[in-house]
Structure formats: C-alpha cells, structure tokens
C-alpha cells in the first residue's frame, strides 16, 4: 500500500468511525429520524428471515456498529470490503437520514440537502476505495488475460498438431512409395 492511498483511506475512514460511534452510543435521535423510512422497509426485512431486526433502534446500532468496523478496515489491507460494506450502510443512512425533500422549513431544507450531498461524495470515494486494485490488475482483467493466454495456447496446440499430422502423412506417403 502506498502512503498515499493510507493517508486518503484514513481521512475518508473518520466520518465512519466517528459517526457509527455515535449511533451506537445513542441511537434514539438516528432512529426517530429513521422510522419512517424503516416502517416501510420492516416487512421486506421480516420476509428475509423471521430474526432479522425491525426495529428503528437495533437497526440504527447495526448500521452504527457497520460503519465503525468499516471504517477501522478501510485503511487495512481489507480496504476493498470495508467498502463495500461501508456503501451498503451509506445508502439506508442517506435515505433515512436526509430527506431534504420532506422538508418545508428552507434552513432545514438547505441543511439536510448538504448532508444528502456531502453522503454521495462519500459514496464516491468508496466507490474508488473499492475499485482501487492498488495499481495491480483487478479481477476482470485478470481473467480476460489467461482466457487470451488459454487461447493463444490452443491454437498454438492445433497449428503444432496439424503439422505433426501433415508430416506423418508425408512419412507415411513417403515410405509406402520408397523402396525399402
């Protein structure tokens, strides 16, 4: 790992730690705010498995516990999952969290617009930590080289192949016409 790339995964980590902190410590303002939201996504919860959570608290110290853990990742090695993780927790956050448009009052309005905001610059930069192969070839690349490896290589076998049978034809040829 570069320390440019530590430096940058630490500073983003923060607002996580910080914040997931927060919603474990004193869930109660997170999950008033929150309800409606999960009043709507509760039953599809529910049918994923009967002991999954629904209420506004537990899910808000979930998600807190989530963003504590992927932000202390973010800066390892496991970078790549910690933001994975760390988006899946974002999003139910900034929905949840700033509905600007359900607000009337233009300072709140204005505030919690800012915080929608500032969540999607978030979102991208653990978008780039996810992606981020470090300078090494990702996964996709990886594979689209050995299938053009595994390729070259079978038809480097069929040529060689093809040759052997010509020349043993010819040796047949030869030696069915040559005096012995």
């Known amino acids: 790992m ?5 430096a940058a995964r630490t500073l983003l980590a923060g ?20 309800e409606p ?3 709507r996504v509760a039953p599809m919860l529910a049918k994923v498995h009967d002991k999954v959570p629904t209420d506004p608290r537990t899910l808000v ?11 202390l990742l973010l800066p390892t090695r496991l970078h790549r999952v910690a933001a994975l993780a760390l988006i899946g927790s974002m999003i139910p956050t900034t929905l949840g969290g700033h509905r600007f448009w ?14 929608f905001l500032k969540n999607l610059g978030l ?8 992606l ?4 090494r070839p990702g996964l996709a690349w990886q594979a689209r080289h050995a299938a053009h490896h595994a390729d070259a290589a079978a038809r480097r076998t069929a040529r060689e192949t093809k040759e052997r049978v010509r020349l043993a034809a010819v040796s047949g040829y030869l030696a069915r016409r040559l005096p012995g």
Not at 2 to 6: A, E, F, L
Not at 21 to 28: N, S
Not at 102 to 115: K, N
């Open 2 to 6: 570069t320390p440019v790339r530590t």
């Open 15 to 34: 607002i996580f730690v910080a914040g997931g902190a927060k919603a474990l410590l004193d869930p109660e303002p997170r999950a008033k705010v929150s």
């Open 37 to 39: 939201v999960i009043a």
């Open 61 to 71: 110290q979930v998600n807190g516990a989530v963003q504590v853990i992927g932000g």
């Open 102 to 115: 359900e607000h009337d009052d233009p300072v709140t309005r204005e505030q919690q617009q800012t915080h």
């Open 123 to 130: 979102l991208g930069g653990l978008v780039l930590a996810a």
């Open 132 to 135: 981020d192969t470090e300078g």
